[in-house]
């Protein structure tokens, strides 16, 4: 779902924002029949669906393509080129849905498709990943993202989505680990039209038993209510979408009372195939109480568990995401971002009997420094964490990128490993780095509000060009008493 996350959390959240959910089926045959997929002794024998009593049974995650699934070309996951054939693309595949079986204990993964990478050269290859996920013992999601250019909502082309999935499902229809979900978050449809186009699916792939097809709550998946007392889509699984930057608040309970009423009394078919929360930035998900993502997760994994609900991690692997619960450090290499964050979500998969909870505080310490002119605070873009990226304006949203710590040693620390860095001269973007104990990572706080750099006491952070809006770049510049220069802690 996200490029940068929090680009895109104002409209997410005046569009009342998501959580994905799937649904499955009972009974689902055990056999892995469809052409073009092995039938490895691991593969055969392998549940194909949950009952009434949820969908538990899907522990996953989203495995995405580096620049977000929304793509004008061919989707292509980390880790996986375009120039690979069909049988290197199935053993990287291999290797990275075994470190997803290994490092994370997940079963499931849900994979992006689009007309771009199907019945193409990249789809003769990319069946590699499809089948080695398979053969890996992995249940399958396969959803479509419509292309970066449009993003309303709404299928690009319908005659190429309707070629697109004839493709899939031809390929696929008969392998049992293999779920189909039409669309990845079509808020351009009115819940009517969004049930006239998936009931129209459905009869098109009538062969395909219902409980494989996963069908989208509506908006950004952030609702299942009506799709769920929808008679057409009776016995198909559902999708819920469901993310932290949708609103700021810092308790459990607050984050239950929001999540709850978007699943209704629909739990039982829903699999939440996207949530998601950074893992990168020093975060201790076993405290729930203080901080928004903590609080978050917690909630979410409180009502999966309760309700017997799958959950899709977003992402188990997206290079260069904050959110990505692991770093790709090999071809079959994957290292874990956040143990806590794993362990909570580990026992919202109901892989651990006791939550892992703890008393230590839930975030690395910071405030914010806010804008005495803009009223917007300085911002790490996207909660990156690599070194050299530059600091912006942007809405105060007690996020982690924004919590900055002033240390005896007159650091300002970000994630408490990262430290604000003053340019080579003055108009120079301000940049979080590695700390160094350096000069230029040092500042005076001063009683008139202005941030000086101890290495140039000339120089004081700056809202370059007197800019108050998101995305406002952060500098130093010759200190001159106005407000774009005053800064407070709160």
């Known amino acids: 779902m996200r490029s940068t996350v929090r680009r895109i959390a104002s409209a997410a959240l005046a569009a009342t924002a998501v959580v994905a959910v799937v649904t499955v089926q009972a009974g689902a045959s055990t056999t892995n029949e469809a052409a073009g997929a092995s039938t490895t002794p691991e593969a055969v024998g392998a549940t194909g ?37 069909y049988a290197t693309t199935y053993q990287k595949a291999i290797g990275i ?119 989208s709550g509506t908006g950004y998946n952030d609702h299942v209510t009506g799709v769920g007392a929808a008679p057409e889509l009776n016995g198909t699984l559902l999708s819920l979408h469901f993310y932290g930057f949708w609103a700021s608040d810092t308790t459990e309970a607050a984050w239950l009372a929001n999540l709850e009423p978007r699943i209704g009394s629909y739990g039982s078919r829903t699999i939440i195939d996207e949530a998601g929360s950074p893992m990168t930035i020093g975060l201790n998900y076993g405290n729930h109480e203080g901080n928004v993502y903590t609080s978050y997760l917690g909630a979410l994994t409180q009502t999966a568990r309760a309700q017997n609900m799958g959950i899709v991690y977003w992402p188990g692997l997206r290079n260069g995401d904050s959110y990505s619960m692991t770093t790709q450090v090999g071809p079959a290499d994957l290292e874990v971002n956040s143990q806590s964050g794993l362990a909570q979500l580990q026992w919202g998969w109901g892989l651990l009997k006791d939550e892992p909870t703890n008393d230590l505080p839930p975030a690395p310490p910071g405030d914010p420094i806010r804008g005495v002119a803009s009223n917007r605070c300085v911002d790490v873009p996207g909660f990156s964490t690599s070194p050299g990226t530059a600091l912006d304006l942007w809405d105060c949203n007690n996020g982690g990128n924004q919590s900055w710590n002033y240390t005896a040693d007159k650091q300002l620390t970000v994630y408490a490993n990262k430290c604000m860095t003053v340019g080579a001269s003055a108009g120079s973007p301000v940049t979080i780095e590695n700390c160094t104990g350096a000069a230029n990572q040092a500042w005076n706080l001063n009683a008139d509000q202005t941030i000086t750099s101890v290495a140039n006491p000339g120089l004081c952070l700056d809202a370059a060009g007197a800019g108050t809006g998101n995305g406002t770049a952060v500098d130093t510049w010759y200190c001159n008493g106005t407000d774009n220069q005053k800064w407070t802690r709160s």
């Open 49 to 85: 669906g949950t009952g009434p009593a949820g969908t538990s049974e899907f522990r996953g995650v989203n495995w995405a393509d580096p620049r977000d699934n929304y793509a004008h070309d061919a989707v292509v996951p980390s880790g996986l080129s375009t120039a690979d054939d």
């Open 97 to 215: 849905t075994g470190e997803f079986k290994k490092e994370l204990k997940a079963n499931t993964v849900r994979l992006p498709i689009n007309p771009s990478s199907v019945g193409t050269d990249w789809w003769k290859s990319y069946r590699g990943a499809i089948d080695a996920s398979v053969d890996n013992g992995f249940k399958v999601i396969l959803s479509y993202w419509e292309a970066d250019n449009a993003k309303d909502g709404r299928v690009d082309d319908t005659a190429k989505f309707n070629a697109m999935w004839d493709t899939v499902v031809k390929t696929y229809s008969k392998n049992p680990r293999i779920y189909f979900e039409p669309m990845n978050e079509p808020f351009g449809y009115s819940l009517n039209e969004w049930v006239s186009l998936t009931s129209s699916f459905l009869a098109r792939y009538s062969s395909v038993p219902r409980g494989r097809i996963v069908i």
